[in-house]
């Protein structure tokens, strides 16, 4: 028998906001225990919440660039629990009258193209971070009260490479919208994650288990094979899934029932009465529309049709928007969209690879790369001198053209001069002239090699080669 | 909305809420909260058709602030509060899941 997953996410997202949802905490991450805390994210008595416009701001903008519907009239609600991260006993989230409404995520796997429902997109306070000893636990407030979006989707994912796929595509719309770093080991995004199997052919769903709290887009994957299998073979062997809440261990690469408390899920939902609800009119939501970044899609296509480049380059280079930002300065100044890209795939990201930085902390700037690779165009310097400066470029900066006169880097382009280096090699090198007659072809590049170090790497390399090639075959007769 | 014959469990709701009553309280509070709830239930005899339910008793909407940061409080005295710290942090009973 064949089983069929449905997955459902519960995506949350930590906004890129200064101050905290409800009070003026910084968001700042890595500071010391519970100094970024005050009256109202302590739960105080009588300490009374106000709305961060920039996180309303946000999340709807975040809606609009995921083709959401903006509700004209949201409101928070207080969610009732008791834990001991929670220091107000109700976190206080959006429960009926959410910000955004439907919208999906265009997503391609396999060469199969689908786009995910979202069922809705609310707006929530984060709770504290625990930390866990022998004998007690540790609270550390800080995070408590930073605004986190929830992003809900429909159960339309049908596999964990769906729900990988949805993870990357939605990430990269967060980052292009600009409101969320996404960082992942800061706990940017964490997720909770839906999962069901139902025989092939049957409509309706079956019993679906959650997975709470995952941190990465890995276990994310691999906690849905994981289940996906479990529960599989549990309705194969004629048993039963039970619904229920589970815990993923990355290190074993199991999931486990966590001990639930009975009415745990009665939260008693009501409205928070120190929010009054939020109202927004039809000319600020479309006035926020007209100022929405372009999505990564759309800037795949326009690359392709504007530099000349392939799609498979377009999709590394929008991949990160900075990246593609830093690919459309360079190519608009040195004409060459296609070596710009190569150039950036190859080199430019393997250096940001190495170094692990970002292109924002590295001294390359995209006007310092369309300099050189116009000085390559020009035939002022041949390309092994090119990328044997950009280390340096990479590192410190500076002006190629400069760099290129001041070291006496530029190519040897004279035919003449380059003759008498190929007839100083083939006296030099008689056995391995001799191999190419015995028919070697491969002993020609050794020649080429040779004359190019005789030049000091400054020759032209084309006409190096052409001129072996010709002297050679004279040779021959 | 709310079905006429609604009632409140009181010692349920008192268990969620973490609250210790005995069945004295309990019994008190189940017949004062039958009243309050019967008071509320007149509203039942109105006309309510096509009217949405309102959560908030005044028409202000939109109270934001800008995001900008304030002082957060002293450390010490945010410990000082906790029952019990365990150096930087509050110190609560083992959290199992």
Excluded at chain 1, 308 to 318: K, N, W
Excluded at chain 1, 390 to 412: C, H, I, Y
């Amino acid at each position: 028998m064949n089983y069929v997953p449905s997955i459902g996410l519960e995506v949350h997202v930590q906004l890129r906001t200064r101050t905290k949802m409800f009070c003026g905490c910084s968001t700042a991450y890595g500071a010391s225990p519970n100094t970024q805390v005050c009256p109202v994210c302590l739960g105080y008595p009588g300490a009374m919440p106000v709305m961060n416009a920039e996180a309303i701001h946000q999340t709807v903008v975040s809606g609009l660039m995921l083709g959401c519907e903006i509700g004209t009239f949201s409101k928070f609600d207080r969610k009732s629990y008791f834990y001991p991260d929670m220091p107000k006993n109700y976190q206080i989230t959006q429960y009926d009258k959410p910000l955004c409404l439907g919208g999906g995520v265009a997503i391609v796997v396999n060469g199969a193209a689908r786009t995910i429902r979202l069922t809705r997109i609310h707006l929530e306070e984060d709770v504290g971070k625990s930390t866990h000893h022998a004998a007690c636990s540790g609270v550390d407030f800080n995070r408590a009260g930073v605004p986190l979006m929830e992003i809900v989707t429909e159960p339309d994912l049908a596999s964990a490479d769906e729900a990988m796929a949805f993870l990357l595509a939605l990430k990269q719309t967060l980052l292009y919208a600009g409101v969320s770093d996404c960082n992942l080991e800061e706990g940017n995004l964490r997720c909770d994650v839906n999962v069901s199997v139902r025989p092939a052919g049957q409509e309706k769903l079956g019993t679906k288990v959650e997975i709470k709290n995952m941190n990465t887009f890995k276990g994310v994957h691999a906690a849905l094979l994981y289940e996906i299998d479990r529960q599989s073979a549990l309705l194969a062997g004629g048993g039963r899934v039970v619904q229920q809440t589970r815990r993923w261990e990355p290190d074993s690469g199991e999931t486990f029932p966590m001990r639930s408390k009975e009415d745990a899920h009665d939260y008693r939902y009501f409205p928070e009465p120190d929010l009054l609800p939020v109202v927004l009119d039809r000319a600020q939501i479309e006035a926020w529309r007209a100022g929405l970044p372009e999505r990564p899609a759309d800037r795949r296509t326009r690359l392709v049709q504007s530099y000349g480049i392939p799609v498979y380059d377009a999709g590394v280079l929008t991949a990160d928007r900075a990246v593609a930002d830093f690919f459309e300065t360079a190519a608009t100044r040195c004409g060459n969209g296609k070596a710009v890209s190569n150039w950036i795939m190859t080199d430019v990201l393997r250096l940001l690879g190495e170094r692990n930085c970002t292109l924002a902390q590295c001294a390359l700037t995209p006007e310092t790369l369309a300099d050189l690779i116009a000085l390559v165009d020009r035939r002022t310097i041949n390309l092994p001198t090119a990328k044997g400066l950009l280390p340096e470029l990479f590192e410190t900066g500076g002006n190629p053209a400069l760099l290129v006169t001041a070291r006496g880097l530029g190519q040897m382009g004279d035919a003449d001069e380059i003759s008498r280096l190929v007839d100083q090699t083939l006296e030099a090198n008689p056995r391995i002239v001799q191999d190419f007659l015995g028919g070697k072809q491969a002993a020609a590049q050794a020649l080429v090699g040779q004359v190019m170090k005789l030049s000091r790497g400054k020759a032209d390399p084309q006409l190096a080669s052409k001129l072996v090639a010709e002297k050679l075959a004279a040779r021959k007769g | 909305m709310a079905s006429a014959n609604q009632t409140i469990d009181v010692a349920y709701v008192a268990n969620l809420a973490r609250l210790e009553l005995n069945a004295a309280a309990c019994a008190q509070f189940q017949r004062q909260i039958a009243t309050i709830v019967e008071y509320v239930r007149q509203i039942g005899e109105l006309n309510l058709d096509g009217i949405e339910p309102t959560s908030h008793g005044q028409p202000v909407y939109n109270v934001y602030r800008e995001d900008v940061e304030r002082p957060s409080l002293p450390h010490d005295p945010v410990l000082a509060n906790a029952p019990t710290r365990l150096d930087d942090e509050f110190k609560v009973p083992r959290i199992v899941e």
